[in-house]
């Protein structure tokens, strides 16, 4: 698949998630199978940019290419500005929220409420492409359905944008008024597909290899786009290649690849964020990690209580290692995605 002059590797994408995908986490997601990552949200308000969080947000070093930055914001200027500004840190395409239902961007209108607001939607897509288009960048965008059941305008509006010039769509099979709730469906994205000519992301409810397989012959889609399930286990994007290209599911990972995978993973987390607040913020991983294992929720507790990097990771390390007594596999848990939509926040 090609966006732009980018050649992507596969068609299995980590969403943004606003306080999950940093650099640490997408740079493990592509390690283990993903082929295209966008980063967490990034306000357009100037006055928010020099902050720790965004500047954090906008951090890339590293990272395999194409290095994929999502905007947010209501007003087409500034959000034309935000593109600027991330192209010329590092962004190589940069990516148009109008997916997320969480209150702190509805209320100034912006993120999924935009899509109540074609118009507007329309001109910020405008603005954003002849920002982004001079630089080479191409510009996509993400959205949901539409506002409720009774307004599903992802069909009219992904065409729109498409003729605006955009190079390709996602779309995650739910409403704006459902939040989290509900299922994902996956009518309206194969209805967005087969409306427009530029590459489609079905997104939503994806967790499974069989449900990666269903979806994307359901849909037509060109792309898979997967969120809540790559929480605390990033080899779901191998598992689906490695399903879809021979039709079987592949074994667990060894629990010493999965502990390796998590230290790793925590070392780099605590070198983007430092000591007092990487070890806070590296607790909601390792609890994905360790959600549903055996004896994972007494360890999870413990884990919580512990307020230096160097204990934290010695601790993760001597409990899978343990594991590892018991289980050479990691036992296989099916896994309802949590609805965290509390934890998105569009803040510096
Ligand atoms: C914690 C969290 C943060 C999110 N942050 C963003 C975001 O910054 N931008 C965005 O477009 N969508 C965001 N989303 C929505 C996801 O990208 C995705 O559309 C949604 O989770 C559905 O996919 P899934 O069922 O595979 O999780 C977020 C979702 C979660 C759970």
Redesign the pocket.
């Known amino acids: 698949m090609k966006l732009g002059s980018f050649d992507v590797p596969n068609r299995l994408f980590v ?6 995908t940093d650099r640490p986490f997408r740079m493990l997601c592509r390690r283990l199978g993903a082929g295209y990552a ?1 980063s ?2 990034v306000t357009s308000r100037r006055e928010l940019w020099s902050s720790l969080k965004t500047s954090r947000r906008a951090d890339h070093a590293g990272e395999p290419g194409p290095i994929a930055v ?1 905007i ?1 914001g209501v007003d087409p200027a500034e959000m034309a500005d935000a593109a600027r500004y991330n192209i010329d840190r590092g962004a190589q395409i940069v ?1 148009i ?1 109008m ?2 239902p ?1 209150k702190k961007v509805c209320n100034v209108f912006a ?1 999924s409420a935009l899509m109540s607001n074609e118009a507007l939607a329309l001109a910020i897509v405008e603005a954003v492409v002849a920002a982004c288009a001079p630089r080479g960048v191409p510009v996509t965008l ?1 959205m949901r359905t539409g506002r409720s059941d009774g307004e599903k305008n992802a069909v009219a509006l992904a065409r729109r944008a498409a003729a605006a010039g955009v190079a390709m769509v ?1 779309v ?1 099979g ?1 409403t704006r008024e459902q939040g ?1 709730k509900g299922l ?1 469906e996956y009518d309206t994205i194969a209805a967005v597909k087969a409306a427009l000519a530029i590459p489609v992301v079905a ?5 499974s290899p069989a449900k990666a397989r269903d979806v994307l012959a359901y849909t037509q889609a060109d792309a898979l ?6 929480q605390g286990r990033p080899w779901i994007f191998r598992e689906v290649a490695h399903f879809l290209a021979t039709g079987t599911v592949p074994p667990s990972p060894s629990v010493a690849e999965v502990a390796r995978w998590l230290t790793d993973h925590l070392h780099d987390h605590y070198a983007l964020y430092g000591e007092a607040s990487g070890v806070k913020s590296a607790r909601k991983h390792i609890g994905w990690a360790l959600r549903e294992l055996p004896g994972g929720d007494v360890f999870r507790a413990e884990v919580n209580r512990i307020d230096d990097c160097a204990s934290q990771v010695r601790a993760v390390g001597d409990w899978f290692a343990r594991l590892a007594e018991s289980h050479e596999r990691l036992p296989r848990v099916e896994r309802v ?1 949590a ?3 509390d ?2 926040a ?1 803040t510096a």
């Open positions: 969403a943004p998630m606003a306080g999950v966008v967490e949200m999502q947010a990516d929220n997916g997320c969480a993120g993400k996602t995650h739910r989290f994902a997104n939503g409810d994806i967790d786009m997967i969120g809540r399930a790559a995605p609805a965290n939509d934890e998105i569009l």
